[in-house]
């Protein structure tokens, strides 16, 4: 797959979402057994500052899900994508970007093709590489915790341009830690959306995690 053009549609959707990564900082991740409301999911996570949600394929009913959060007017993507049918499905269901565990060259092509941009996952240099040149839009380095914040600066070296996200072991310990090495923006996953507490619709607690989670971000790294 040739990767988008700087005037398709795709490429704008890419710059989009860098963008907003940017400037928010930091992607809820989604994994549970059962999700009461994904609306009011997303609600409780934006209400703690969080705005980006990505539910997953590995979720029940997932793509029901999306519907009813982008129905809702939340910024809603889907991970865990592993096939160009996925790919479609999500798109169909109103997810506004995909995100894969690795280099999926057919999610990259069907991603392109519906002009939806796709976070593609990688871990050594050779496939950070290869998912620049898939047309990712950023990178996510999984699981970030193999090799800590420091790896992200090693690979600043010979990607400088490239936007990378920690995905895997973010935690409000080490997230300040993962953005000052260069990361672009970082994952929360169970440690602001328990699967627990996402199955028992504790809204509150989720709001709670996610506030002390975005607290943790703006203060400096240890």
């Known amino acids: ?24 900082r930091v992607i809820a991740v989604v994994r549970a057994p059962r999700i009461p409301d994904a609306a009011e999911l997303c609600a409780a996570l934006a ?18 899900h999306l519907r009813h959060a982008a129905g809702a007017g939340h910024r809603i993507g889907v991970g865990t994508v592993l096939t160009a049918e996925q790919a479609e499905r ?78 895997g072991g973010v935690d409000t310990g080490n997230a300040a830690a993962f953005l000052d090495h260069g990361a672009l923006a970082v994952c929360a996953g169970s440690g602001v959306v328990p699967p627990a507490a996402v199955a028992a619709a504790d809204w509150p607690e989720i709001t709670r995690r996610a506030r002390a989670f ?9």
């Open 90 to 167: 999500a798109v169909d269901a109103g997810a506004g970007f995909l995100v894969t565990p690795g280099c999926r060259p057919e999610v990259a092509a069907a991603a392109g093709q519906a002009g939806v941009p796709v976070v593609l996952g990688a871990l050594t240099p050779t496939e950070v590489a290869q998912a620049v040149d898939l047309g990712a839009a950023a990178v996510k380095v999984f699981p970030a915790r193999v090799f800590g914040p420091g790896y992200f600066a090693d690979l600043r070296g010979p990607y400088p341009d490239v936007p990378l996200v920690a995905s």
């Open 47 to 64: 209400a703690g500052g969080i705005d980006r949600v990505e539910l997953t394929f590995t979720t029940p009913e997932v793509t029901a």
């Open 1 to 24: 797959m040739t990767a988008p053009t700087a005037t398709t549609p795709g490429a704008a959707a890419a710059a989009a979402l860098r963008a907003a990564l940017a400037a928010e």
């Open 214 to 222: 975005t607290a943790a971000l703006a203060a400096p790294a240890g």
